[in-house]
């Protein structure tokens, strides 16, 4: 279901407010009651607050939920985009609202454009989205969960992203620049480039190879992993080599003009520490990640059968860089943050885009391994609540499981409908 971007140019300024109250509510409420809704919004009760309730619950920007106990709303996903998008409108982050580019497995990827038309992205994160729906042994755990906790924790994930993005940057890490973040969305610079999943051929992949490999080991000296380190978070930008003499420089697919290869890192939710108890581990993946990779797509190995964490770590007393670890806990990520969404993600098995890099691996193997995502889906209809319209009302004190498909629902139309949005020029 689409939204009508439409409706959403009428709303007025009740509206809004009767929105945010939503919003306030839902920090103590998983259904927000209605009076609580019309205290908190500020307006006097009566028509108009009414009138508002019912102009946000037919274009599904709330969700009419009957509890054991009594009545009231919840925010949808779709509202709480649109309560971000209004802030980076307002904050001037964004203008309008263009295409979608990527569905990430945790997010949705959009164009938008600032005032002065040029673009950047849009990272709305939606932290669970595929493993709530594949993860059969985590099924307990989902039925539990709460509205507030998936948009807690894909808020926890953007500050997370936007926090490490900005203190990669400002140490002079290829990564987009970040411009804003708020709720579970962040807007960063677009990079006009193809994922390496993309790039069919490469002239020189030893170079190439060994550029990875030490961005890695420099992640490291200055403190991190990234933790998902993959041909699906890799941009690869063409650079024209312009050199005085005519000549290609060392890294340059001499054959064709001189063109240089050159790497942006993106989707940072997974980022650990040096000094975290898995840090081995998830160093080492992700540094195989890229030798499966080449090896697979470029026929490529290295000679060194390196890097590895115990190189990393000693590189890392040698000649340290700034500890960013240390940093992004001081500037507005704690380490109670970390944990928290570190368990989250453990809890619903986010694996990010390796485990889909490995699962592609097997694909080539046998095209019959599929995903078993179609089983799921027969899994919940076996449950009764196929087609059910969105935004009908539900009984959430009665039935958990209905209210957790509900939201699976929300995800999903919220992100068809983000294509229909345009923010509105009058805010
Ligand atoms: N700043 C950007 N510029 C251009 N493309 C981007 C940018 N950020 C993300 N993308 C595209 O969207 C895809 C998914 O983004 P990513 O941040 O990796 O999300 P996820 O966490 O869901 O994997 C990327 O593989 C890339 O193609
Ligand atoms: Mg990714």
Redesign the pocket.
């Known amino acids: 279901m689409k939204l009508d971007a439409k409706a959403m140019r009428y709303f007025t300024a009740e509206d809004f407010r009767v929105l945010a109250a939503v919003e306030a509510g839902s920090r103590n409420h998983e259904v927000v009651p209605t009076p609580l809704i019309v205290q908190l919004s500020g307006l006097r009760g009566g028509s108009g607050v009414h009138r508002s309730i019912s102009n946000l619950a037919k274009t599904n920007l709330i969700a009419k939920v009957k509890n054991a106990k009594y009545d009231g709303y919840r925010l949808t996903y779709g509202g709480l985009d649109y309560l971000a998008l209004n802030t980076h409108q307002k904050q001037k982050s964004i203008y309008s609202v263009g295409n979608q580019?990527?569905?990430?497995?945790?997010?949705d990827?959009i164009v938008v454009a600032a005032s002065d038309g040029s673009q950047r992205?849009l990272?709305i994160?939606r932290l669970g989205r595929i493993s709530f729906r594949t993860v059969k042994t985590n099924r307990d755990y989902l039925r539990n969960r709460s509205t507030g906790s998936w948009m807690y924790m894909s808020r926890l994930a953007a500050i997370k992203?936007f926090t490490f993005m900005k203190a990669l940057r400002e140490n002079g890490f290829p990564v987009?620049e970040p411009i804003a973040q708020n709720r579970h969305t962040i807007v960063?610079?677009?990079?006009?480039?193809?994922?390496l999943?993309q790039i069919a051929k490469v002239g020189n992949p030893a170079v190439l190879y060994a550029e990875l490999m030490a961005m890695i080991m420099k992640l490291a000296r200055y403190g991190l992993i990234h933790g998902?380190f993959n041909e699906?978070?890799i941009?690869i930008k063409e650079e024209t080599i312009t050199n005085e003499k005519g000549k290609a420089a060392e890294n340059a697919e001499s054959s064709d003009e001189d063109i240089r290869l050159v790497p942006i890192l993106?989707?940072f939710?997974q980022m650990v520490s040096v000094d975290h108890v898995n840090a081995e581990m998830y160093f080492d993946r992700d540094v195989n990640c890229i030798k499966r990779y080449f090896k697979r797509r470029y026929g490529f190995t290295s000679d060194d059968p390196g890097p590895f964490f115990v190189d990393a770590k000693k590189q890392l007393r040698k000649n340290p860089g700034k500890r960013l670890d240390v940093e992004v806990e001081a500037s507005g990520f704690s380490r109670k943050m970390a944990r928290e969404l570190e368990k989250y993600m453990k809890d619903v098995g986010v694996d990010?885009?390796a485990g889909s890099a490995e699962r592609s691996d097997l694909d080539d193997d046998n095209e019959n391994d599929d995903y078993d995502e179609d089983e799921d889906d027969e899994e919940e209809e076996d449950e009764g609540e196929g087609d059910e319209a969105q935004g009908e009302e539900q009984s959430f004190g009665d039935s958990k499981d209905q209210h957790a498909d509900s939201i699976d629902r929300d995800i999903e139309s919220s992100s068809q409908r983000i294509n229909g949005l345009k923010v509105s020029d009058s805010g």
């Open positions: 580019v990527g569905v990430g497995k945790e997010s990827i992205i990272k994160h992203e987009p960063m610079s677009l990079i006009d480039a193809f994922p999943r998902d699906f978070n941009l993106i989707d939710p990010g885009d």
